[in-house]
Every structure is written in structure tokens, then in C-alpha cells.
């Protein structure tokens, strides 16, 4: 509890400064831009309360099957065209069905031979045996959020264990694939609750962790939260950079409509990735905005820390 008692004591200023030194540290310069697609939406049989996808909420979520492979090479393409570095696709569910991996990895590899971008996918709770099978299609990274910590957890998911989405998570690294894995703030949790999930994280050791800012939707259990502030968000940012040094800290779902103009502040504050594009069942902002925006922050970057 020392370091959750130095973080949330420490001014902002001072915690933006440590985080950004460890940035440029342990990652230099880099900048790191990746794109989702909804590849199958809706009907989800769990109950977690943001998500427009769940079968408890009353929202307006679109609900198709597996997009086709011709769909999803064009998506992958305009990815990579776009600056994007990774490409993953994310399917509805509590997690896949052996003939859905079987799927899966036939996309992954037709995919990985016609277009150069990075793979990764986020089909659920899932075990090693289906990991395996996506590794050998191509995929070289698994994305899977533990959402919350452990404690605040079961206040936004019961129909599936905090444990089970551990398991996910380290059999993933068990096969050798890199782990993208973060979650969601302004859920009603704490700053304690969030030091708490960055530090399950870091254990994990995981390779990307995507922060997600909610952005309450009409139908869902949380639609009438109130939003996160910037400094809170700022601070956020900060403490998962100090907590986890090493790792990409991508600034995802509702960045731009939490942050506005205030996005380049996450980036003073030790963020290194984003989304670019769209989110699942939000729109995002056209990714030459990002790329613009992107230039901008390394600039920044060089001009503070020039060696």
C-alpha cells in the first residue's frame, strides 16, 4: 500500500513528470497505433454492465455473425494504410466455439500472408489448446481485459469469474503469444480499485495494456454515470506507467470524447499507444486526426528529452 499512498499523495505534476521519464526510459520514442474490428456483434450471453453487446442491456448494438474473410482482409488492409501497426479482430461471446477458432484461424492466416500487419484477436475466455491453434494460423498476440481488479470485479460481471479471465490471460503466455490485457475506468470504482488492477497487470507481466474511458450507453446498466474528469483520467494514465514501465499504454475506447482536446495530456503522462479507427460499438475519430496528433506528441517527446 506504500506505492498506492505515494501515487494518489503525489501532485499531478510531479507524477506526469515521473511517468514520462520512464516512458522515454524503458520505450525511447515509441509510438504504437493499432486497429479492432467487430468481426461478430451482439447477443452475448455475459452480463458486464458497459457493454452495449450483452444480452441483459436494453441498447441498440448491431448483431451479425463472422464478417467474411473478403470483408476482413479489405478492414486489414485499410488498417495498415492507415498507420496502424496491429490489426485485431474481437468477437461477442463469453468465449469461441471450437469451429469459430477453426474460423478464426483460417482469417489469421489468409490474412497474415496478404497483408503486413500485426494479428491479433480477442474472442473471449479461452484455453491453450484454441490458443495454440491461432498461434499456428499466425496470430502473435492475444487480447483479453481483465476489465477491473479483482475486489470491484464481480460488481460488473456475474456471469463469469475474475479468475477465468486470469486463466485466459496465462494460458496465452503459456503458448508464447504476446498479451495485450487493461480494462475500463469510470466503471464507479476507486483510484485504490485501479492501483489494484495495474498491479494485477504488472504480475501478469503483459506486453499492452489498453485503457478504455466509459462511455456510458443508453440501455446498459451504467448509463447514468457520471463521466471520469481529465486530471483523473491524467493521473490514471500516470500510475499505470509508473506500474507498469515497460509495457505499451494504449489510451483506447472513449479517449476522445473524455479527453477532447486534452488527449495530448495522457501522452505527457506516459501513454504510448492508441486505438485508431473505431471502438466496437462507438464511433472513433478519422485516424489521419491520429496520425496528425501523433507527430505532434513525438515532437513534444524529442524536444523534452533531447539527448
Not at 477453426?102 to 492466416?109: G, H, K, M, S, T
Not at 477465468?164 to 496465452?172: G, L, Q, S
Not at 486526426?289 to 513525438?298: G, Y
Request: aromatic share 6%; proline share 4%.
Amino acid at each position: 500500500m506504500q506505492d498506492f499512498q505515494r501515487i494518489s499523495g503525489s501532485s499531478l505534476q510531479d507524477l506526469m513528470h515521473r511517468a514520462l521519464r520512464l516512458k522515454i526510459e524503458h520505450r525511447g520514442l515509441k509510438m504504437g497505433l493499432c486497429t479492432i474490428s467487430n468481426a461478430r456483434s451482439g447477443a452475448c450471453t455475459e452480463d458486464c454492465a458497459f457493454c452495449a453487446q450483452s444480452q441483459s442491456a436494453n441498447a441498440a448494438a448491431p448483431v451479425y455473425p463472422l464478417k467474411s474473410l473478403d470483408i476482413l482482409l479489405r478492414e486489414a488492409e485499410l488498417a495498415r494504410q492507415s498507420g496502424a501497426e496491429r490489426f485485431s479482430l474481437v468477437t461477442s461471446g463469453r468465449g469461441p466455439s471450437s469451429s469459430l477458432v477453426e474460423d478464426v484461424a483460417e482469417i489469421i492466416f489468409q490474412i497474415s500472408k496478404r497483408v503486413d500487419i500485426g494479428l491479433c484477436c480477442s474472442l473471449g475466455i479461452i484455453g491453450r489448446k484454441g490458443l495454440t491453434v491461432l498461434k499456428e494460423a499466425g496470430l502473435s498476440r492475444y487480447h483479453h481485459n481483465l476489465e477491473a481488479c479483482r475486489e470491484f470485479f464481480p460488481s460488473i460481471c456475474t456471469t463469469h469469474t475474475f479468475d477465468a479471465r486470469m486463466a485466459t490471460i496465462k494460458a496465452a503466455r503459456k503458448c508464447g503469444l504476446q498479451v495485450c490485457a487493461g480494462g475500463i475506468i469510470g466503471l464507479g470504482e476507486s483510484l485504490e480499485h485501479r492501483f489494484f488492477m495495474a498491479k494485477e497487470l504488472a504480475d501478469l507481466k503483459v506486453d499492452s495494456v489498453p485503457l478504455n474511458i466509459l462511455v456510458p450507453i443508453r440501455g446498459t446498466r451504467l448509463q447514468d454515470l457520471s463521466p471520469v474528469t481529465i486530471p483523473e483520467i491524467i493521473r490514471t494514465v500516470a500510475m499505470f506507467r509508473i506500474m507498469l514501465p515497460s509495457a505499451a499504454i494504449r489510451l483506447a475506447g472513449g479517449r476522445e470524447s473524455a479527453l477532447g482536446e486534452g488527449q495530448i495530456l495522457a501522452f505527457m503522462a506516459g501513454a504510448d499507444a492508441m486505438l485508431i479507427g473505431g471502438y466496437l460499438t462507438t464511433r472513433g475519430r478519422p485516424p489521419e486526426t491520429d496520425i496528425v496528433m501523433t507527430k505532434e506528441i513525438r515532437q513534444l517527446w524529442k524536444e523534452m528529452y533531447h539527448h
